[in-house]
């Protein structure tokens, strides 16, 4: 079964600031997809950037982007230039090909 | 509002009583999927639809709950005998192809007094 860790429940970054947030996975897939969510308080989940398995580039999305490394099963988020909409809850989540369902870490609480 | 809509907002209900939620996908989605969300945990999968058919049920969902999606458009997420473990918020996301964005909804909130 796969496995999705976050292990900073809460984080905090000035504006303007630089912050990672880190998430561990286990799988034995070797095709699959990363995905870092944002929850806004009493907002909607909505997608912040993806990563597929089979792509060795880091993705890239504005001040968004990911440290994925494969071999560690390791994908983490940084966010550059960070600004006050960016507080919210940040899920990382795997998705095997073959089944579609997302699989979610606890979330890490980012304050800015 | 061309989103996924989920109703009601929140229910509020007492212990023993059936509720059912209603999501409403974004119209052009075939896949439509169901997930529970506890306080400071991070979503669970329960179940999801290809169009009517539901593919696959995670065993979070007891025999209490059942899910329906009747024509391949909303679906619904019943509880019967709610129980105040089942106090959560129900989220409800649609894709539209096997692994594009998943979309959600701002979800229900539960609470079963």
């Known amino acids: 079964a796969q496995t999705v860790t976050q292990s900073q429940p809460e984080m905090s970054v000035q504006e303007a600031e630089t912050v990672t947030l880190s998430c561990t996975y286990d799988?034995?897939?070797?095709?699959?997809?990363l995905f870092w969510y944002k929850q806004p308080p009493s907002r909607q989940m909505i997608l912040v950037i993806r990563q597929e398995a089979y792509k060795q580039q880091n993705a890239t999305e504005n001040r968004f982007s990911v440290n994925f490394q494969k071999a560690a099963k390791s994908f983490s988020l940084k966010i550059s230039d960070s600004q006050l909409g960016d507080t919210a809850m940040y899920f990382c989540?795997?998705?095997?090909?073959?089944?579609?369902?997302?699989?979610f870490g606890t979330g890490t609480r980012l304050q800015v | 509002d061309t989103g996924v809509s989920q109703d009601p907002r929140h229910k509020i209900t007492k212990r023993g009583q059936n509720v059912t939620f209603r999501c409403d996908p974004i119209s052009e989605h075939n896949r439509l999927y169901w997930y529970r969300q506890t306080l400071g945990q991070g979503p669970e999968f329960l179940t999801y639809?290809?169009?009517?058919?539901?593919?696959?049920k995670s065993r979070l969902l007891s025999d209490r709950f059942s899910a329906e999606r009747p024509k391949g458009s909303f679906s619904t997420l019943e509880i019967q005998r709610t129980e105040q473990g089942d106090s959560a918020m129900y989220l409800c996301a649609s894709s539209g192809t096997r692994n594009t964005e998943a979309f959600f909804g701002q979800g229900t909130r539960l609470t079963v007094v």
């Open positions: 639809f290809q169009n009517e058919a539901q593919l696959e």
């Open positions: 989540a795997f998705m095997n090909r073959d089944t579609d369902k997302l699989i």
């Open positions: 799988t034995s897939e070797n095709n699959y997809y």
